[in-house]
């Protein structure tokens, strides 16, 4: 019984990280939010601040590429709990407007109740 429910806790973590498909509510978007901004703020004490914003250390861009994937897959999670397509992460690229757009719609409205055209609510 114990490797049938690790097993399915392992899945579920494959799911949320890799998987485009189903929903998630708030909570674990902004659990993995804050565990990605715990990992820049460790990676930013082992790693040294350049004054130009336009350079980036060589850790810092394997962060970013490390989390690229995942962070993509939690959104889109996200926007298909608010009955929306995946594709409304494009609106990042809008400058200033777009990621603040991106977090009021992900990280405080709450998911349409009940199943919508992209499965059940994730429990």
Do not use: C
Request: proline share 9%; aromatic share 18%.
């Amino acid at each position: 019984m114990r490797n049938a429910e690790l097993k399915e806790k392992e899945m579920k973590w494959t799911w949320l990280l890799f998987s485009f498909q189903g929903r998630i509510s708030r909570k674990p978007y902004w659990i993995f939010n804050l565990i990605i901004l715990f990992g820049w703020m460790v990676l930013g004490l082992f790693t040294e601040v350049s004054p130009e914003i336009d350079q980036i250390s060589r850790p810092q861009l394997m962060f970013m590429l490390w989390i690229l994937w995942p962070s993509l897959a939690v959104q889109a999670k996200r926007w298909h709990d608010r009955n929306k397509s995946a594709w409304w992460i494009l609106i990042n690229f809008i400058p200033l407007i777009g990621p603040l757009w991106a977090l009021i719609e992900n990280g405080f409205l709450p998911g349409t109740p009940g199943p919508n055209r992209f499965g059940p609510p994730f429990r």
